[in-house]
Each structure stands twice: as structure tokens, then as C-alpha cells.
């Protein structure tokens, strides 16, 4: 179970925040990353190649129906470097805001537990929070969604 977290500015409400609880799975080179249902508003979904220490692919997030955006769906690109450990990745992840101007942000991926099971799945399936906080961080919306 990982924490994926990343930022961006907003043009109304200044720097944000996300968070998802994701699961990662990968079958030789192929990694794919989704978020666990109830720990944001949003679903996230990352497609990935690893080479190496190097992930890149593209993320898409699908912004909750009955929000401010409707269901709006947001894509661009991404790439990560894990680190000599395994257990985190960084990187940055670019991508289209509402008005189609092009943004770009920090992206992490920390672990959180080795766990993924059915057991696991339903620990994290609760708002998702930084891992120093135990409260769950004010949404926001996705990069796109300025």
C-alpha cells in the first residue's frame, strides 16, 4: 500500500495538495498504480514502464461525479525515480489545466505498508492524509482542474 501525493498551484486557491491511497501492481517492466476507492473524492489511475530505477508513463484522474467538476477527466505525463530501497518514488508529473494551458508538479509515491491483500485494501479505504497528520487534508482538485 503506498500514498500517492502530489502538488500543483491553482489560479484560485494557491498550492494543493492530493492524496490517494494507491495499490501498485507490475508484471515485468509493466507498472500500473490505482487508487483505493473511499480514500479521495477522485479515482487515480497511473500506467507506467520501468527501466531501471526510472518509472514513466501517463496518470489519469477521474474527478468525483457530483463535485464541482462533474466528473471530469484529466491525463498527461509522469515519471518517477525509485529509490536504491524500493520503498518511495519521486518525480514529476505534467499535464492541461481547464483553460489548456500545459502545468507541471511534484509528484511521491512513499510506502506505506507491504500489505495488499483484501485486509489492507479495506484499512486504506478512508480519506487519505499526509503521513505526519492523521487528519485528512482539505480537497482539492485535480492538477487540471484550476
Given at each position: 500500500m503506498w500514498l500517492s501525493h502530489y502538488t500543483y498551484v491553482s489560479t484560485s486557491r494557491g498550492?494543493?495538495?492530493?492524496?490517494?491511497?494507491?495499490v501498485v501492481r507490475s508484471v515485468?517492466?509493466?507498472?500500473?498504480?490505482?487508487?483505493?476507492?473511499?480514500?479521495?473524492?477522485s479515482r487515480l489511475e497511473l500506467r507506467l514502464t520501468r527501466d531501471g530505477q526510472i518509472l514513466t508513463g501517463s496518470w489519469t484522474?477521474?474527478?468525483a461525479v457530483d463535485g464541482h467538476y462533474r466528473g471530469a477527466r484529466y491525463h498527461g505525463a509522469?515519471?518517477?525515480?525509485?529509490?536504491?530501497?524500493?520503498?518511495?518514488?519521486?518525480?514529476?508529473?505534467v499535464g492541461y489545466d481547464r483553460s489548456g494551458e500545459v502545468d507541471s508538479g511534484?509528484?511521491?509515491?512513499?510506502?506505506?505498508?507491504?500489505?495488499?491483500?483484501?485486509?489492507?485494501?479495506r484499512e486504506h479505504a478512508r480519506p487519505a492524509a499526509p503521513p505526519?497528520?492523521?487528519?485528512a487534508p482539505e480537497k482539492g482538485p485535480s492538477p487540471g482542474e484550476r
Amino acid at each position: 500500500m503506498w500514498l500517492s501525493h502530489y502538488t500543483y498551484v491553482s489560479t484560485s486557491r494557491g498550492s494543493i495538495d492530493r492524496y490517494h491511497h494507491v495499490v501498485v501492481r507490475s508484471v515485468g517492466d509493466r507498472v500500473e498504480i490505482g487508487s483505493i476507492p473511499g480514500s479521495n473524492d477522485s479515482r487515480l489511475e497511473l500506467r507506467l514502464t520501468r527501466d531501471g530505477q526510472i518509472l514513466t508513463g501517463s496518470w489519469t484522474e477521474y474527478t468525483a461525479v457530483d463535485g464541482h467538476y462533474r466528473g471530469a477527466r484529466y491525463h498527461g505525463a509522469v515519471q518517477l525515480v525509485v529509490d536504491p530501497t524500493g520503498r518511495s518514488a519521486r518525480g514529476r508529473w505534467v499535464g492541461y489545466d481547464r483553460s489548456g494551458e500545459v502545468d507541471s508538479g511534484p509528484w511521491e509515491l512513499p510506502l506505506l505498508t507491504t500489505g495488499s491483500g483484501p485486509g489492507a485494501v479495506r484499512e486504506h479505504a478512508r480519506p487519505a492524509a499526509p503521513p505526519s497528520s492523521g487528519d485528512a487534508p482539505e480537497k482539492g482538485p485535480s492538477p487540471g482542474e484550476r
